[in-house]
Structure formats: C-alpha cells, structure tokens
C-alpha cells in the first residue's frame, strides 16, 4: 500500500546524482546510479517521515541538459511513430498472408513471398487479429 507519492529529482554531480525531494522539505540524498535513486529516496522521506519505504512511491525525474532532453523527446517520438508503423505493417502481412492461404498457398510458399519463414508465415496465419 502506498502512503505517499514523491518526486525523486536528480541532478549529477561529479560521479553522483544529486537527489532532492521538493515534496518533503529537507530529503536529499545521493545515488551512483540513476537506478539507486528511487530506492534511496524512498529511505530518506521514510526515515524523515517515520514510514516503511515501502509505502513509499518515487517518481523519477532526471535532470538534464535541455538539448539532450530535446532529442530524446524526438527520439521517443519517432520510436512511437515507428512502432505504430511496424503494427500497421504486420496487420497488412496478416491479411496478405490469410489471401494468399485463401487462394490455396501452402505456408511455405507465402513465407518465400512475404520474406519471412514459414514459421512466421504459419504465426501470421493463426493470429487472430488475422482479418
């Protein structure tokens, strides 16, 4: 069970980050690792607090240079863009995979058409998102 939600804002300094917590006034801590903060930030409001880290939920939020920030936005962007493009694309082999089974292909035939083995040619097949 959580008891409280926080933000774990971590900023580097020399070969550490940086933590602080703006909901709870006076938890700051530290971590070598980006994957250590939340856990250490959740000691420290507990501590502070006089919960069981556990119930504690952190919210990470990693300072960063705003360019670099900029282009991992656009990065995440265009990995969502190709994403929902490679679901489009499997959708279409799908269906050109089920017409093609209609018309009497064997599986091996529709893998060397599509490109793929005959493997993915038969999972294609028995997707039920198959139209």
């Known amino acids: 069970m959580v008891a409280?939600?926080?933000?774990?804002?971590?900023?580097?300094?020399g070969s550490w980050w940086a933590v602080r917590v703006p909901e709870v006034p006076g938890v700051f801590t530290q971590a070598r690792r980006l994957d250590q903060v939340p856990s250490m930030a959740a000691d420290a409001v507990a501590a502070l607090l006089g919960l069981d880290p556990a119930t504690v939920?952190?919210?990470?939020?990693?300072?960063?240079?705003?360019s670099v920030s900029e282009r991992l936005r656009e990065a995440r962007t265009e990995r969502m863009r190709a994403d929902?493009?490679?679901?489009?694309a499997a959708e279409k082999l799908r269906r050109v995979a089920r017409t093609?089974?209609?018309d009497g292909l064997p599986e091996r035939d529709i893998?060397?058409?599509l490109g793929v083995s005959h493997q993915r040619a038969h999972q294609?097949?028995?997707?039920r998102r198959a139209s």
């Open 84 to 88: 929902e493009l490679a679901k489009a």
């Open 57 to 66: 939920a952190v919210d990470l939020q990693p300072v960063l240079d705003p």
């Open 100 to 102: 093609l089974a209609d």
């Open 111 to 113: 893998g060397a058409i």
């Open 4 to 13: 409280v939600k926080v933000t774990a804002v971590a900023e580097r300094s």
């Open 124 to 127: 294609l097949l028995t997707d």
